[in-house]
């Protein structure tokens, strides 16, 4: 998918280090995720890391004590970037065509056996930790007590845009029409303060590949797959400490 | 005691007097041509910037500036620091003289403090076209602050600097010594605590590994002082001429000792810079690649010749060798210094940006550097804030006559206090 402001131009695939360092990246963190391993990051499960983080598997919840501790679990083989979850996004939470609140990046190895292409949807990963919130100089940007969604009082942003520097996952973006930055909110605001229970790309996707669920909840799917150790999940960029809700798995 | 009255009733006289309307105008008419032309300029320039400024604000900066979700930091932010870095820089050089006693930095201190207060006033204004809301600042500020944020720590506490490097400066201009060295020890105070927040804005963000660390807030307060060596010595020169007044004296010996500092912190910043790029080039991939980008990728002529050679091997050179006396390599030195931190400023923001979030997943979307240039709309914001500090500097000089009421501040400096008037009678 196109990102605005990238230049492609200056790293097209005819500049053979440039492909040679990509290709052998790629195939290396295939390569690592299958063995378990991830560069610069490690199997996430929370079991694991209540283990070794915290005195009991109790303690985790208990600093983290949302109702409903909401969060998505994505199943990256199961992506096909249809782009539904994209249209489903932009159309239920007003998202003008120059911003967005969700992506599907794509990874390439053409060199690996079997699978060659992956998508990754990618969105506000929800931190328990979430940089942005730290650096807000106004509260504009807070954690849901309740529900612990990283929430936008948009009246308060100054436009600073620090929050979008912050942000390991390049979640924010400034929007002019709210002349606030904006990001995921689980549909908050447009659907689960209405009852829904499900977020709008979680309900448009054809293939099952974004769960939504509570990881306090030990009936639901996000539960039981990050409480577990034999399938491999895991988070983006967990060396910056933030503690995201967003699990990515293959299966 | 009765003498002490007469001295004291007579500089108070003499103050009425030299804040009067028609003696005000009398300094600013019948100026030489060259003051009105340099003045003519920087007011040119500060009316681009604003009438810049104002065209974006109201199309919406989202629109008209460089700036992306990736890379939301550019050349407005690294002004802003630019400008705030000098500011700090000229109140902690000037402090050692009227804050920590030390005789042969006072000469410099009234103009320094003067300088302070234009500089960081720049900066606010570059700031006030680059955050989208700047009147919610003003508001939510103080409604809602948020301790844990920098920029809120950055903000206030930079409002209270500016509060005290004002109240230091009338009082300067009172001769009200006393008062003025404890608003300028407070000054500073607050000068320190808010640079090494802003210092922190960068070094505490996890999510940008060419900026995180305890760094930040260490190097932007030395770099704060080399900066403000430069401007010191630079301004004091330009004072000079404004005023056709030959730099010698006490004057040029205060600009000797100001030249010494900023050769040590030259080497404290060629020091800190070498080991910052030496650690970050055994970094995670993230950091490597952006550390790379700054020694031998795009940004590579930015580093060697304008941020090592014109911003630190040059003034260096040129300070050393001019042994205090040579005022022809004082002045291109601090020129040379300023122009290099400019671009240390701008390559430090953006290069922080450059590098994707998600450089090290691979992926098709981020296949190497992003890049950033600036836009028309903001150097013109940026030449606006260079404006400001030129209208403001020329106009203060010969408004405040600096270097006149500086021999007040001498005959002064042996009776720091302006006592009461004391009726004998």
Known sequence: MKINGIEFDENTPEKPDMLSRMERRAFLKLGLAVTGAFAGGTILSLSSIAGRAFASPDAHAKQYPYKPHYSMLIYQNRCIDCERCLEACAKTNHVPKYGYRTAILEREAPKSTGLKREFIPVLCNHCNRPPCVRACPTTATYKNEKNGIVMMESKKCIGCKTCVAACPYNARYFNEERKAVDKCDFCFATRLSKGMKDTACVEACPAKARVFGDLSDPSSEVYRMVHQIEKTVWVIRPETGVAPNVFYTRG | ?425
Not at chain 2, 78 to 98: A, E
Not at chain 2, 116 to 128: Q, R, Y
Not at chain 2, 155 to 177: D, N, P, S
Request: aromatic content about 14%.
């Open chain 2, 1 to 425: 005691m009765a003498e002490n009255n007469t001295k004291v009733t007579q500089a108070g006289s003499d103050i009425r007097m030299f804040w009067a309307w028609q003696s005000i105008v009398a300094r600013l008419t019948g100026l030489g041509k060259t003051f009105y032309i340099w003045f003519g300029i920087s007011a040119a320039l500060l009316a681009a910037g604003l009438a810049a400024g104002m065209h974006a604000f109201f199309v919406g900066y989202g629109h008209i500036y460089n700036v992306t979700r990736e890379v939301p930091w550019g050349i407005l932010i690294s002004t802003y620091v630019s400008f705030v870095v000098t500011s700090t820089g000229l109140c902690l050089v000037s402090s050692i003289g009227h804050v920590f006693g030390s005789r042969e930095f006072m000469p410099i201190a009234k103009r320094s403090v003067y300088l302070s207060i234009l500089t960081i006033m720049a900066g606010f204004l570059v700031m006030f076209f680059e955050t989208e809301n700047p009147v919610n600042m003003v508001v939510y500020n103080v409604l809602s602050p948020n301790f844990t944020s920098n920029i809120w720590w950055m903000g206030t506490l930079y409002g209270a600097y500016l509060f005290f490097m004002g109240i230091e400066f009338v009082c300067l201009q009172l001769e009200r010594h006393k008062l003025a060295t404890y608003a300028g020890f407070l000054g500073v105070i607050s000068g320190i605590a808010a640079h090494s927040n802003l210092g922190a804005v960068f070094g505490m963000l996890t999510a940008r590994p060419f900026w995180y660390g305890p760094y930040m807030p260490i190097y932007f307060i030395a770099s704060a002082m080399m900066s403000g060596c430069a401007a010191i010595i630079l301004f004091t020169w330009m004072a000079s001429k404004i005023n056709r007044e030959p730099l010698e004296g006490t004057m040029l010996r205060a600009v000797d000792v100001t030249r010494q500092v900023g050769i040590l912190m030259i080497c404290v910043i060629m020091f800190f810079s070498a080991w910052k790029i030496i650690a970050g080039l055994v970094g995670g991939e993230a950091e490597r690649e952006a550390f790379l980008a700054l020694i031998t990728g795009p940004y590579a002529f930015n580093f060697w010749a304008f941020e090592v050679l014109a911003g630190m091997v040059a003034p260096l050179v040129l300070y050393v060798m001019s042994r205090g006396t040579n005022l022809n390599m004082l002045v291109w030195g601090s020129i040379s210094m300023i122009f290099g931190i400019f671009f240390m400023r701008y390559d430090l923001v953006v290069v922080g940006q450059i590098v994707p979030a998600q450089f090290e997943m691979g992926v098709n979307e981020y296949p190497g550097l992003l890049s950033y240039t600036p836009s028309a709309h903001e150097i013109l914001v940026v030449l606006g804030g260079i404006g400001m500090v030129g209208t403001l500097f020329l106009l203060g000089e010969k408004i405040f006559a600096a270097h006149r009421v500086e021999e007040h501040a001498h005959e002064h400096e042996s009776r720091p206090a302006l006592e009461p008037v004391q009726q004998s009678e």
